[in-house]
């Protein structure tokens, strides 16, 4: 045990000694999060709307305006022809175009019925359906008001409703969800990072020869290595926690006790797999390239940012190995819905088999001897 | 000159020898490409739904088997109450709920106001959103289709025109960003550790004591990584054609020579980096800490960038790989020719020329 | 009295190649033994096979009594050893790189404390005990690497080189030290490629191409050869073609 806290002691006070590695690690990350959690709002909100009026009649200038005060779109030109709506959508300067073509009103008035025609730049698709929605919507609600205007009202209205909830966040505000999962990346990108870094660095400039010539334990050893970086990581945790706290509100629904004694686990697991890399290369940029590979996989698939019930099947079995995917629900259950321990049993379990078995790894292949 | 190319040559012979990192230099991209290209996306595929029947009417049962057979939702466990939904959604088992009232039908033939609520887990309010209009309009649909035979009076159709990607597939989307995203992190990640490699194991003094130039010591250094980074390009472009059905709508040409461009941007961040830093462990936090989660999240690449605030939209312009996600899906899936990427691939070459003349600075500052 | 190094027909191959070819030698307690060769004999291989840093391919070897196959930990605690590639942390200061090894050793708080103020001193370092050991000179950072392998009280130490681009007047100090070392009863294990310092050891084996060509006190290895240095000795040893005859 004594063993163990010398080089604890000596970890800290070389991380320490690196002016820059005090910023990088514990102001870059919180930085990181202020900003970045409000980028990561799927909402469609400001798009942007070209309309081609050929009509320019009184109906079609109320549709126009109608779009207007929706919220959702913002007018950024209009003409009279459509290939300039086109070349608008080519440049990237509209996202869609409304185009009324002339005889609408008239059309509507005479004939009861009338077309329009909406073209979206569908490149991205989820986008180009959810304006679709947006303006097909804003669409009939203009067509019920005229109807109402000139049928009567209640003509025709469709009188079985749907009707949606949120719980747990009723105003959609996804800081709540964000900010704690924009922090489980951040410690796990130091976490990782900096053990992963850590036993091939005393390999590269040859420290290491100096430590295998001592009779510690290779426990010793690795469990020296392993907990400075847990003490940092979960110190980054409650720093972001706070932050998250003070600054965006989130609310702390469920036990923090809960969530700091996962990280605990969730930490040896992150840490474990910096440390097996560290020992399987022999060079700081293999660790790199190693552990940039695993975070990489590991951030994109973890359900943060696009979700995992959106990939195929077998995507879906990848994330099951996953612990960042693991600790963001975890957290998102906790603070947000106030799930308890048997409710995360499951998560509790994988995690610390997972923890066993890479630290295993760890102390195994790190070889005093060659 | 002469000097540049042997320069460049043992440049190369770092590189090109050490099979093992090749492999992984390579590999790496590949398997990110493929893997990102399935997994990335936010379109709904049989998303687990709970059901809360109370009406059990025909009605009810149409919906939820018009529901599964969209192929967008599976229907996953039957509810019994109201208190149920709570218990269910904190055990975190799925995250949508559709609640039929009683006596769906009844209320209907009698014209009484009746409602279905959709009740999402919004904890991930994103995919709440998602789920949420999926279902709605599926139900919609149903109930349009119920209609049918009652036209109403002074109808407005929309035609709905769905340009460059008709049938709204998410690859489109995604897969120019992964390729993007990619590209740039591993292009700055091996260039700035390789000079603060040399500089850390003492080999960079030897190379200053000679009579090479400093501009040649690092345009020597970027010349092997922009071949290496090429050929990185080429291979994920591949995959984006042949795998995921990319089309390459624009010139080809046109491409080639934007991803030269952009390469070299990334490169140059890269060495810009490591001109600034000592140790390796610094480069690469920088590189890999700091470059990582910015990128992926202000590029545009999954999140769209005109719905953040103000501030991180002009953040985001600081970022290269927004401006190489907007140039690759111009001239991939819009065919747009340069006239209407000009000012995107004026901004990257500005950026390049930025950090090749800093680094070059930093690099005669140390000198003296 | 039991040697404090056996070795016989140790080897060591790395595939194809054979770097130490099936050495057998004894060390005797307190002996300063000298291991000398030219680069790339093998030495430091040889050196790696003994403190328990590589396992040997073939043969039989045993420090401070023990087997290295089987008790290479065991080996670990009565051994001390100094690498070739420099083996203190730069980024640490003296004091600190004692108080880490002195712990990693086990020694008792007040012993290191203890130590720390007398190796210091012994070393005239007292001014730089709080400075970056990457500040110190060469020659300093040599003698105090040196000190801190010994600090545990080793019965054996390995030295790999320990004066390598180490000026004249440092060399002759470092001796000094390894002498006071041999002197506490200590097993001195040392190579090095100069020549003159060879004449320092109680006795000497020189390696030619992973073997061991000679092996004697460095008077009888002179007279062996009828040379009046081991400069001449070793240059006798490894001229091109001698050992074909």
Redesign the interface.
Known sequence: M??V???V??EF??IF??K??LP??FL??II?LV??A???????????LHIVDHDLSQYSRRLAGKFQASGNFILTGSSFSSQAAFDE????DADLFLDIPAGFQRS?LRE???????????????????A??Y??AI??D??EE??SE??GPG??K?????????????E???F??MVPG?LV??VT??GM?LSG?NIV?EKE???I?????????KYQFIIGKLLPFWIIANAELAIGLTVGWLIFDIPFVGSLWLVFGFAAIYLLVVLGMGLFISTVTET???A??????F???F???S?L???I?????W?QQ?TKFNPVAYFV?VM??VL?????LM?IKRHILVMGGYALAVNGLAVWNYR??? | MKQLLIFIRKEAYHIFRDKRTLLILLGMPMVQVLLFGFAITNEINNARIAILDLSKGEMSRDIIQRMAASGYFEIGENLHSLSDIERHFRQGKTKLVAVFPPQLEEKLLRNTPVQIQLVADATDPNTATTLINYASAIIGRYMQEQNQGKALPLAITTEVKMLYNPRLKSVYMFVPGVITIILMLMSAMMTSIAITREKELGTMEVLLVSPLRPSTIVIGKVIPYILLALTMAAIVLMLGAFVFGMPIRGSLLLLIAECVLFVITSLSLGILISTRTETQQVAMLISLMALMLPTILLSGFIFPIESMPKVLQLLSNIIPAKWFIIIIKNVMLRGTGFDFIWKETLILLGMALFFIAASIRNFKIRLA | MLPAITADKLTKRFGDFTAVNQITFEVRKGEIFGFLGANGAGKTTAIRMLNGLSRPTAGQASVAGFDVYRHAEKIKRRIGYMSQKFSLYEDLTVRENIQFYGGIYGLPLDEIRRQMKQLVAGLGMEPYARSLVKSLPLGWRQKLAFSIAIMHRPEIVFLDEPTGGVDPITRRQFWEMIYKAADEGMTVFVTTHYMDEAEYCGRVSIMVDGRIAALDTPHALKAQFHAASMNEVFLNLTRPGRHQS
């Open positions: 004594r063993t806290l010398f080089i002691r000596k006070v070389q000694r690196h820059v590695m990088l690690i870059m990350p990181q900003i970045l409000h980028a990561a709002d799927y909402e469609v909100r400001n798009i942007n959508i080519q440049k990237g509507l009861s019925r009338a077309g329009l025609q909406l073209s979206v730049d569908a490149v991205n698709g989820v986008k180009a359906g959810l679709n929605a303006a097909t669409i009939q203009f067509n005229v109807r000139l049928a003509a025709g469709p009188s079985l409703a749907i009707a949606s909830s949120n719980w747990f966040n009723p959609l505000n996804y709540t969800f924009i990346l951040l990108l130091v990072f870094m660095k400039i040859g420290t020869e100096q430590i295998n010539v001592t009779p510690i334990r700081q940029q293999q790199m390239f190693i552990a940039w590979f975070l990489i996989i951030i994109l698939m359900g940012f696009t979700p019930e959106s990939m195929p099947p995507a990848i629900e998102r259950m947000l819905k106030g799930s308890g409710d005093k001897r060659s």
